[in-house]
């Protein structure tokens, strides 16, 4: 090998090392930019996970109110289905 081989070379590989750098820089660029994405999908799912909260805190007062008004309906029932034998067996004695 005689030195414009050598220098050939050498050329080809600055070459290739060019190319691989301007593509380590893109690849760079593309991570920031998934970065920057992660870092506002975070503060959206912060944002959703305090709306969730807050949703489910406002269900609780439902959910025992639903629980409650079971209650009274069944309380109801009872007394209706109470009255209504009460009213039949004196109804039968008639």
């Keep these: 090998m005689n030195l414009n081989d050598v220098a050939s070379s050498l050329a080809r590989i600055e070459n290739k ?3 691989v750098d301007v593509k380590i820089d893109k690849v760079d660029e593309r991570q920031d ?4 994405h992660l870092a506002v999908y975070n503060e959206q799912l912060k944002v959703h996970i305090s709306g969730v909260k807050d949703m489910r805190a406002e269900l609780v007062p439902m959910i025992k109110l639903k629980e409650q008004s079971k209650g009274a309906v069944r309380a109801i029932g009872w007394v209706v289905t109470t009255v209504l034998a009460i009213t039949g067996i004196w109804w039968s004695t008639l």
């Design 17 to 19: 090392i060019d190319k």
């Design 33 to 36: 930019s998934t970065d920057k």
